[in-house]
């Protein structure tokens, strides 16, 4: 049997206040969303995640791959959208995997969230630390995503 290697003193350091940034950090930047402009992290990604699509719209399969998000939650998810006039759903020759596309709303609701995202974003994280500290954290979360696998959300 494999003996345990525990965590020294120095990583349970590391391991536990990198889980207690990302906790807080995105804590308050949804709070701030939900605050401010009456959206949830999960609205925010998915705004932001068809924004940045070609005429702001894609497949529902497209949007499980890039949100890395389980079927039944996007799901869910987008119909609780749809309900609040955020995006539309469209049919599509394959009647398994519809298109979902911005409405004005959700249009309107990205551009006006996201200078105050950035702002949240930018005042929490990068003007906390230096050019070299924020460039030797990507380089860092870059390594253990390539140790994780699989395509990037």
């Known amino acids: 049997m494999k003996e345990q290697r525990w965590l020294g003193d120095g ?6 206040a990198f889980l207690e940034m ?15 402009f009456g959206l949830s992290g999960a ?3 998915i705004l932001v995640t068809l924004s940045e699509a070609p005429d702001e719209r894609m497949r529902a399969y497209e949007l499980v ?5 389980e079927k039944s939650r996007l799901s869910h998810h987008l119909k609780r ?12 020759d394959n009647a398994r995997s ?24 930018r ?4 003007d906390v630390v230096s050019p ?4 030797r954290f990507t380089a860092t979360c870059e390594k253990i995503l390539d140790a994780l696998g699989g395509t990037p959300a």
């Open 43 to 45: 609205d925010y990604t």
């Open 22 to 36: 990302s906790r807080r950090l995105d804590h308050a930047l949804t709070r701030h969303l939900q605050d401010e």
């Open 81 to 92: 959208m749809e309900h609040r006039g955020l995006v539309c759903r469209e049919p599509t």
């Open 98 to 121: 519809p298109e979902f596309c911005l409405t004005p709303a959700g249009h309107q609701a990205i551009v006006d969230a996201a200078p105050a995202h950035v702002a949240q974003v």
């Open 65 to 69: 791959e890039s949100t890395d998000w």
């Open 132 to 135: 070299t500290e924020a460039a």
């Open 11 to 16: 990583e349970q350091r590391a391991w536990r």
């Open 123 to 126: 005042k929490l994280f990068f």
